[in-house]
């Protein structure tokens, strides 16, 4: 036996050996999983000690030129110990002939072939007395060796991973890493069984299944049957791991078959017992029966959708198999019923009846058929758990009580458009489902991502793309589409999103219609005329609709906006025009051939059909041409006949870019014909702008006219961008012969391509010899002249009219080299600048069969080996260089090895940079290259640096000192008004300029002086009317604080007459309210103070500190002054809206980016008066809970979808905005505007009260005055705000009548609870809101009764 082992370890190569030079960073590379299928443990503190090598595995049968591998050895290093194992050809794991089969049809399946020998069951041939489990198989070693009470456990490094260890320069490194074998039962020892196993420790039992999926499964699943079905997996997996079970089972998945036809011999029934055998005796078909088979499984799993039932027809059956089964050969098999994402429950549960409590299942399979450990509602969001589990229309409930866990229980709403009632599946929402904001579903709890540590970051990856969509139109041009989502799997725990596109778009179906497509936009316009429009809420009104071309563009135009026909006005209609509607651009600076509607948005689209491809038509109207296909022809004129159209240009047929201009157009214009008939002037005056046939159209006429700043025309022109495909003219008219001089005269110039027919002549590529003369090269490729009329090569001088391509070097492969020198890579050059070597790694290889393998050095002729040191040469020198020492220059001859470098001055090219663009921050500095000597860095001629070229000057990144924090502005958004003057919001903020990029700073940091507005006034276009309006009048008080009012009226800006006010509804008007003051009154004393602090015009509260300091000299008697209260807003936007009261007729509110969860701001407006608010902009998460309340007294409304555009109105003279948001910068933008009320909402005699502090006292009824009922005060305060109310004065009359007794109602209007007060009772009374209401009892309003309090804000705490 020892002279055995002796002369079998004698040929043996031995195997490199290296440590990792850095085995922790190599660990931080790797995600959990990777550890764990490496070293058996996820903690990477727990990891043992571990090696990196690469075997020698040579076979003498293949160097002897043989096909296959009798004998393979192998040997790898480690510890400095040699570990060598020899494989026997009847031990082979794979044959030659073994293809792996994924049939998808019975005409159709994928075929993987395995090429090379594999081999188990290796023989240890050293260190003697050593024992093994190892495998071998293209190269890679795996298994264990177990040796002196220790195991060496062996594991190839995945390709994907490779290049964490590339500095050992192995090209198929393994891992090695030792355990102690003291405690365990080596009675097997030196008898390993026929399979890979290894005896499970304590109680893990390892399950090895298939997997069948029935082809009621794939049709109801189709793609994503593989990865639903690896979900359900993972959740029955995790049960079995559960310690409560006594046994902890891993499940290893070995194949997974979809079966999309069905097998005769399954049949499954409601007869479970018949339907069960039917699967086991199948399955033995598709299962290896030999338990040492790579691919046998213990168990297959059937999965159907079949409703299973028990033989006295309850249906709640969801699974069957035979108690203890897995054991037999004839029962160990499984059917589930696929009911959702209990499907995974049901697998567990059923397997747990299969296996018992059996001890067949201790054998650990091959880790790399392991179910992974992906979080499975990465994948499926609660959305997609609701309709798989109740139908394609299920959504998830959302649960206004942040104390329910959503995660507990799915809960969905199961019936389209009820959203107020929820139906659950009790089974907890899958783990890996987004829960909140940075919060996930785990074990049934929504937790977040510092309760869930340590867990690995998910970044997002795209779905497959979803098959393209029918064509949205049958002619003129319509898109198909097609979807991918960043669901596979979403990112989570701090993960990316995915990058790219989520949605392609390409033309189709674009040949012409019979209509323009301005007609095809009319008509969907036309199809509305039914539908009614309320520009009042009662009485609906019907126009006749048209498209609104030339007054809409871009997105705006897309959103279903129409004209009504003979009124000045365009109104969206429906939500989107159909997809594939030709569009206009907002602006030029969306490059493309086309614009089409998509979702609602003007997309641009290439000459290639697809969107955002930017790939445009060349002057020849050819997609991506080069401009070679024609040819540019110009001309001018300057003739014609007085009061005539004389033509002067007849455009051939698929002429293009036709390009006219007129520079005299004050005597002469220009009109042009198509098909005989005038598209552009021909009734003898010059045409106003326009395009024919519209601005959607693909070959459109536009003509444009120039005027001078006295509205003179000074230019024309006409553009055509062709091919012109029927007669077109361009003609002149002319007012005055030329008697009048050259004045008269038209001065015209144009220019257009025509296509270049029947070239003679053309470039054509040749190509030269192979660089090589064997394996990979290159060639050139240069281009001559060739005449297609003789068929030869030709001179080059014919073809110098069209461009010539530009020589290139292109692949080119001969005959393959038997063994050759490969140069795998060069590394840099040791110098900065000047001479010095460089390092090549050299390989010797052997192509076969299209493949490369590194041999043995030995089979590559010496002679041929190229130099491992090559000298190098940097002529081109870095900035900088002449400022460190060279270090390289006191290399000596040895070091180079038998380089010799030539004894000569050595001229580089230098650079030389200017100064830096700025003083400050990250600047630009010009660079520019001088030719110096190497050796005394001294400036010479330019000639003395060839032929290096010289360097092109380039602009170099300088960083100076940063900059001090500035002012941003973001561009303005979308303009608050259709036209006439109107408001922009921007963004701005504080930034500052580090490393180049720039950083968002505390506000505080910037000039606060210098800080831009957070709103610009906008003209998009002069309004067709406009509101007008009378002089302010005189004050309305004598002293103090009053009020002047104004009239308003609706003008047409052309006529400046008077019209309804109906024309004018749209657009903001200017206040007809404002405070004025006459100077200070004269302090009263309290038996003639002022009745009360009514104000029923409203204005800005002004003065509030001297107004304050007054009623702290008034309340010293009664008890402590009131706090401090905030200034009532009449405008604002961003974090400092929140707890606003604006008091303006007309104003724009921006609650985006607020600092808090919750803001709310209240309007407020004289009785009579009603609110409407316009939603302008709204960014808010409705899947993460955010939403916007509006509340007045008569209508309460919530809202998150669909709110652009969207109108609210109040019905009375106060509103309330509440807005919640999660996310930071979410909000709404609304614009608001009063009006008189449309219905009478209150009493005359009842009053309205705003600001921080007023005065309240009875109603009085005059003599004349008709008996109205209860009177009411109403108080509104700001947002946050409480109102605090004081009784100074209070007689209500003798409480004796009980049959006309008096008294007043307080109500909080934010709890609905109200106090009464009788009799001449004292009070002070506190709400808990910002707003309320005292209703004075109708008999108060006599002479014998008197009421006088005082009111005052409370801040919030």
């Not at 299920?394 to 199961?414: G, K, M, P």
């Not at 276009?1021 to 002047?1044: A, P």
């Not at 009514?1094 to 800005?1100: A, F, Y």
């Amino acid at each position: 036996m020892l002279l055995g082992w002796a002369l079998l370890l004698l040929p043996l190569p031995l195997g490199r050996c290296g440590t990792a030079p850095a085995p922790r960073e190599f660990l931080s590379a790797l995600d959990v999983e990777d550890v764990f299928s490496y070293f058996g443990t996820s903690s990477a503190p727990d990891v043992p000690e571990f090696v990196v090598s690469e075997p020698t595995c040579p076979c003498k049968e293949q160097q002897l030129g043989l096909k296959s591998c009798q004998v393979q050895h192998c040997s790898i290093e480690a510890w400095g110990e040699v570990y060598a194992f020899e494989f026997l050809e009847d031990h082979a794991l794979l044959s030659s002939s073994f293809v792996s089969n994924q049939v998808v049809n019975s005409s159709f399946a994928f075929l993987k072939r395995f090429s090379g020998n594999c081999f188990a069951g290796g023989n240890p041939l050293h260190p003697p007395g050593a024992t093994c489990r190892v495998s071998y198989c293209e190269g890679q070693l795996q298994g264990v060796v177990t040796a002196d009470e220790e195991k060496i456990h062996i594991r190839p490094v995945r390709s994907k991973d490779v290049a964490l260890l590339k500095e050992l320069g192995f090209s198929r490194p393994h891992i090695l890493f030792r355990t102690s074998t003291r405690g365990e039962d080596k009675a097997g020892a030196g008898h390993p069984p026929p399979r890979l196993q290894k005896r499970a420790e304590g109680t893990v039992k390892h399950l090895e299944l298939m997997v069948v999926a029935g082809p009621d499964v794939y049709l109801y699943h189709q793609e994503d049957t593989e990865r639903y079905i690896l979900a359900n997996l993972n959740i029955g997996a995790e049960l079995l791991r559960d310690a409560s079970l006594g046994a902890h089972f891993r499940v290893h998945l070995m194949q997974m078959l979809v079966l999309r036809e069905p097998e005769a011999e399954l049949n499954i029934t409601t007869n479970i017992t018949s339907s069960l055998i039917s699967v086991c005796e199948w399955s033995k078909k598709v299962n290896p029966q030999n338990d040492s088979h790579p691919q046998h499984a213990d168990i297959v799993l059937y999965i159907t959708r079949f409703d299973l039932e028990l033989p006295d027809g309850n249906k709640e059956l969801r699974g069957v198999t035979q108690l203890g089964g897995v054991c037999s050969s004839s029962w160990s098999c499984v059917i589930t019923q696929d009911t959702g994402f209990d499907l995974g429950v049901t697998i567990a549960h059923e397997i747990g009846h299969s296996t018992g409590q059996t001890n067949c299942l201790n054998d650990l399979p091959d880790m790399e058929g392991s179910i992974p450990g992906w979080k499975p509602g990465l994948y499926y969001g609660a959305d997609e758990q609701c309709r798989i589990a109740f139908g394609s229309a299920a959504t998830a409930c959302t649960f206004a009580d942040t104390s329910v866990d959503i995660c507990e229980v799915l809960s969905c709403h199961v019936q389209p458009g009820d959203q107020s009632s929820c139906t659950r599946l009790l089974v907890p929402l899958l783990d890996g489902t987004e829960c909140g904001i940075n919060k996930w579903c785990f074990k049934g709890q929504c937790s977040s991502l510092e309760e869930l540590n340590p867990v690995a970051v998910v970044h997002g990856q795209w779905s497959v793309w979803s098959p393209f969509s029918s064509c949205s139109r049958s002619c003129g041009g319509g898109v198909t589409m097609r979807q991918r989502f960043c669901n596979n799997p979403r990112p989570a725990f701090g993960g990316q999103e995915c990058h790219g596109t989520s949605i392609q778009v390409e033309m189709c179906n674009t040949q012409a219609c019979l209509m323009t497509q301005e007609d095809f936009m009319a008509e969907q316009c036309a199809a509305t005329n039914l539908k009614p429009l309320y520009l009042t809420a009662e009485a609906p009104s019907f126009y006749t609709w048209t498209s609104a071309v030339g007054f809409a563009k871009g997105d705006m135009l897309c959103k279903h906006m129409c004209r009504a026909v003979e009124n000045e006005f365009m109104v969206s209609r429906e939500e989107k025009f159909l997809d594939g509607t030709r569009c206009e651009q907002d602006e030029s600076e969306h490059p493309g051939a086309f614009s089409l509607c998509v979702m609602g948005s003007c997309r641009a689209f290439g000459c290639d059909g697809q969107m955002d491809s930017k790939k445009i038509m060349d002057s020849c109207k050819v997609c991506g041409g080069d401009n070679t296909t024609c040819t540019k022809v110009s001309g001018s004129y300057t003739e014609g006949k007085a009061k005539e159209y004389v033509t002067f240009l007849s455009l051939p047929y698929n002429t293009t870019l036709v390009h006219v201009t007129n520079q005299r157009p004050l005597f002469t214009h220009l009109a042009v014909k198509v098909k005989g008939e005038y598209v552009i002037a021909g009734k003898g005056k010059i045409s106003l702008n326009v395009t024919y046939p519209s601005v959607l159209e693909d070959r459109q006429i536009k003509y444009k006219v120039f005027l001078t700043k006295d509205n003179l025309p000074s230019l024309e022109e006409v553009h055509l961008d062709g091919p012109t495909q029927e007669e077109i003219e361009i003609q002149v008219y002319r007012r005055y012969g030329k008697e009048y001089g050259n004045a008269t005269n038209p001065d015209i110039t144009f220019s257009y391509f025509v296509p270049r027919e029947n070239l003679t002549y053309k470039w054509i590529p040749q190509q030269g010899p192979c660089s090589v003369a064997c394996g990979e090269g290159t060639q050139p490729v240069a281009h001559v002249c060739f005449d297609q009329t003789k068929n030869e090569i030709t001179e080059d001088h014919w073809c110098l009219e069209l461009p010539q391509p530009l020589a290139e070097q292109k692949p080119c492969a001969m005959q393959p080299c038997l063994y050759r020198w490969k140069l795998s890579q060069t590394d840099e050059c040791s110098a900065v600048c000047g001479t010095g070597v460089a390092q090549q790694n050299l390989t010797c290889v052997q192509f076969h069969d299209g493949l490369e393998t590194v041999v043995d050095d030995s089979l590559c002729p010496a002679e041929e080996k190229p130099l491992s040191i090559v000298p190098c040469v940097v002529n081109v020198c870095p900035l900088g260089w002449d400022k460190e020492e060279d270090s390289h220059s006191l290399q000596t001859s040895e070091s180079l090895g038998q380089i010799q470098l030539e004894n000569q001055t050595l001229y580089v090219w230098s650079p030389l940079a200017g100064e830096c663009s700025v003083s400050c921050g990250r600047g630009e500095t010009q660079l520019q290259y001088v030719c110096v000597a190497f050796d005394t860095r001294e400036e010479t001629q330019e000639e003395n640096c060839h032929p290096v070229p010289k360097p092109e000057s380039r602009i170099e990144v300088c960083d100076l000192s940063p900059c001090p924090p500035s002012w941003k502005v973001t561009p303005a958004g979308p303009c608050s008004s259709s036209c006439g003057l109107g408001l922009a919001v921007q963004l701005v903020t504080c930034v500052q300029i580090h490393q180049g990029k720039e950083v968002l700073v505390e506000e505080t940091l910037c000039p606060v002086a210098e800080k831009p507005l957070p709103s610009v006034p906008c003209v998009i276009r002069m309004c067709s009317y406009e509101w007008g309006f009378s002089e302010w009048t005189e004050c309305s008080v004598s002293c103090g604080n009053g009020i002047q009012t104004r009239g308003d009226f609706c003008l047409n800006s052309l006529t400046r007459q008077p019209v309804s006010p109906i024309f004018c509804r749209n657009f903001p008007k200017a206040i007809v309210v404002r405070g004025c003051s006459t100077g200070p009154c004269p302090e009263l004393g309290m038996e003639t103070r002022s009745p009360g602090a009514e104000l029923q015009t409203v204005t800005p509260a002004t003065h509030l500190m001297a107004a304050a300091a007054a009623r702290e000299a008034r309340n010293k008697d009664l008890g402590p002054a009131p706090s401090a209260v905030p200034q009532e807003r009449t405008g604002d936007s961003g974090a400092g809206v929140c707890g606003k009261l604006f008091l303006n007729a007309t104003g724009v509110i921006n609650m985006t980016g607020v600092g808090s969860c919750d803001c709310t701001v209240a309007i407020g407006r004289p009785l009579g008066e009603e609110i409407t608010v316009h939603i302008l902009q709204s960014s808010l998460n409705c899947s993460a809970g955010e939403v916007v309340l509006f509340s007045g007294r008569m209508m309460w409304r919530t809202g998150c979808r669909k709110l652009p555009l969207a109108q609210i109105n109040s019905r009375t003279n106060t509103l309330i905005v509440k807005q919640r948001v999660l996310l930071p910068g979410n909000g709404i933008i609304l614009q608001y505007s009063s009006r008189t009320a449309t219905k009478k909402y209150y009493q005359d005699c009842d009053k309205q009260l705003f600001g921080p502090q007023g005065e309240i006292v009875n109603p009085v009824q005059l003599p004349d005055e008709k008996q109205e009922g209860m009177c009411r005060t109403f108080i509104t305060v700001a947002p946050g705000h409480r109102i605090a109310l004081r009784a100074l004065a209070i007689d209500l009359g003798n409480q004796s009548n009980q049959t006309h007794f008096n008294y007043i109602l307080v109500r909080d209007v934010s709890t609905m609870k109200t106090v009464v007060f009788r009799g001449k009772q004292q009070f002070l009374w506190q709400s808990t809101g910002s707003q309320a209401e005292i209703e004075f009892h109708e008999n108060v309003k006599d002479n014998q009764t008197s009421f006088w309090a005082e009111y005052h804000a409370i801040e919030p705490k």
